[in-house]
C-alpha cells in the first residue's frame, strides 16, 4: 500500500520543477500534486554550484519565469541571487509547502491494469524507503549526473601535492587568494571561474584543450531596464524578454546561416577586449564554426579584462600528466599550481538516475523517441523537462510544462486514463541534443532519439518549435486508452474462452 498518493508528482525543485507545479496549479487547481527533491533545499542546478562567480551564462529575463517578473537591475546575474529568486517564487506560489527535501526517487513502475505509478523513494537521513502513488510522474531533474561529473582520469593525479577540486562539489573552505592556479577547461564554467578566481590570486591559468568562442556582454541591460521603467512590472518583464528571446534567436541563426562572417565579428571583438591579435588568434579562435558548440558569454569581458592585466593568462595545449607541483603539458612545460580546477564538464543522467519500468519491463530511454522532448514513446503518463542549448532553460521548460498541462486536462475531460507516446516504423533519427559539446557527445549513448518531423522533433529554433508546440495536435502521435476499458476487454476475452 503506498504511503502517498496524487495525481501528478514532479521530480525535482529546480527551475522545471518549481515552473511545472505552478502551471499545474493555475491551469489545473483540481489536481493533486506533490514535489520531491533529492537535495535538502530549491533550487536544482543553482544550490549545486557554489564555485566562486557563479553566475547565469544567458539574461536573466530570459531564465526567469515568465509569470514573476525579475526586478533587479543586472542581466546577467550571479548563482546566488537566482537562488534566493527560486526559493522566493516557490514560498509565494505555495509550491515550498507541497516539496519535500533529501527525498531521492529510485525507481518508478507502471501499472496498465491501475493505470498508476508506483514510485519508489528513499528519504531523510537514514534513507528510509516509502513509495507514491501517482496518475502522472514529471521528471524536472535535469540532464545531468549531479553526484558524479566527468572525469577524464589524468595521469599522475596522486602525485600532485596541491589542492585539486571540481566545481561541482567547491570545498566551501578554499581559499585561493594569492595562490597559482590551474583551471583546466574552456567551457562556461572556466569562464566564469577565471576572472572571478584572478581578483584574489597570484595568477591564474587557464589551460584549455581547444578554444572556445567568447563574447563580451554587458552585465546591465540599459534597454531593458528603460523598458521595465516604462511599463508595469509584468508587462515589462514579458517585453524585455521577448526583446531578449529575439536578439539571442538572431544571434545564433546568424551564426548557423552565416558563420565565417560572425566568427570573424567574434574575432574582432576579443581583438578589441584582449588587444593583442595574436593572443586571440592562438586562445580565441575555435576549429569549428559558432555554435557547433555552446557561445560563451563573458560578463562586461571580464575574462578578456583579466587576460589584458595579466593577473590571468591561457595557455592551449594538452596534458601529459599531473607533477607534485602542478600540470605537465605534452611539450614538457610544466604549469606550476598550489590549486588545480578541473573544470572538465558534465556527466549526462537522464530522469535523476532512477530506473523506470512499464509492467516490470524496464525502459531504455536511448531505445525510445522523443514525442515534442516532453513524453517517451510507449511509456504512458511519463513526462521529462530538458531546456534548449541555444537559449535560456526556462524558455523550452515552460513551454514543456504548458504542453503537459494541456494534456493532463485532455485526460480529464476524455474519460481517458492513460496517453501514451506511439511511434510507428523506425524512422531515421538522431540523438534528441544535436550538438557538438563534450558532455552531449558523451552521452550520446544515453539519449532519446528525435526525427526531423514533428511531434518526434526538437528544433534548436524557439519560433519553430514554440510554433509547433503550442498548437500541437494532441491525437498526432499520442494513443489515448481507459483502463477500465481494457479490463472489461480481457474479461469478456476470458469468458469467451
Known sequence: MADHRVDVLIVGAGLSGIGTAYRIQERLPHLSYAVVEAREAIGGTWDLFRYPGVRSDSDIFTLAFPFRPWRGPDSIVEGGDIRDYLEDTARETGILDRTRFSTKVVSADWSSQDARWTVRVVTGPDAREETYEARWVSFCSGYYDYERPYDPAFAGVEDFQGALVHPQFWPGDLDCTGKRVVVIGSGATA????????????????????????????????????????????????????????????????????PTQMASLLRKGAVA?????????????????????????????????????????????????????????????????????????????????????????????????????????????????????????????????????????????????????????????????????????????????????????????????????????????????????????????????
Open 273 to 497: 577586449a584582449v588587444g593583442s591579435e595574436a593572443v586571440v588568434d592562438e586562445h580565441f579562435a575555435p576549429p569549428y564554426a559558432p555554435w557547433d558548440q555552446r557561445l560563451c558569454i563573458s560578463p562586461g569581458g571580464d575574462l578578456f579584462q583579466a587576460v589584458r592585466d595579466g593577473s590571468a593568462s591561457v595557455v592551449t595545449a594538452h596534458i601529459d600528466r599531473f607533477v607534485e607541483n602542478g600540470v605537465r603539458l605534452t611539450d614538457g612545460r610544466i604549469l606550476e599550481a598550489d590549486v588545480v580546477v578541473t573544470a572538465t564538464g558534465l556527466s549526462l543522467q537522464l530522469l535523476g538516475g532512477a530506473t523506470v519500468s512499464v509492467d516490470g519491463a524496464a525502459v531504455d530511454p536511448a531505445q525510445t523517441y522523443a514525442y515534442r522532448a516532453t513524453m517517451l514513446s510507449g511509456v504512458p503518463n511519463l513526462s521529462f523537462c530538458i531546456g534548449y542549448v541555444n537559449l535560456s532553460w526556462t524558455m523550452r521548460s515552460d513551454m514543456t510544462a504548458r504542453l503537459l498541462c494541456r494534456i493532463l486536462d485532455r485526460l480529464d475531460r476524455s474519460g481517458a486514463d492513460t496517453v501514451t507516446p506511439v511511434m510507428d516504423g523506425s524512422p531515421e533519427s538522431r540523438p534528441l541534443f544535436d550538438m557538438d559539446s563534450g558532455y552531449i557527445r558523451r552521452g550520446e549513448h544515453l539519449q532519446p532519439r528525435a526525427v526531423a518531423s514533428y511531434p518526434w522533433a526538437m528544433k534548436q529554433n524557439v519560433v519553430v518549435d514554440a510554433w509547433s508546440t503550442n498548437r500541437a495536435n494532441l491525437d498526432d502521435g499520442l494513443r489515448w486508452t481507459s483502463s477500465r476499458a481494457r479490463r472489461a476487454s480481457g474479461a469478456q476475452t476470458g469468458a469467451t474462452a
Open 191 to 258: 569562464i566564469t571561474l577565471v576572472p572571478a578566481l584572478a581578483r584574489d590570486a597570484a595568477h591564474v591559468t587557464m589551460l584549455q584543450r581547444t578554444p572556445s568562442y567568447v563574447l563580451a556582454q554587458p552585465k546591465t541591460d540599459v534597454v531593458g531596464n528603460a523598458i521595465r521603467k516604462a511599463l508595469p512590472p509584468r508587462a515589462g518583464h514579458l517585453t524585455v524578454r521577448a526583446k531578449n528571446t529575439a536578439l539571442q534567436w538572431g544571434l545564433y541563426q546568424a551564426c548557423r546561416r552565416l
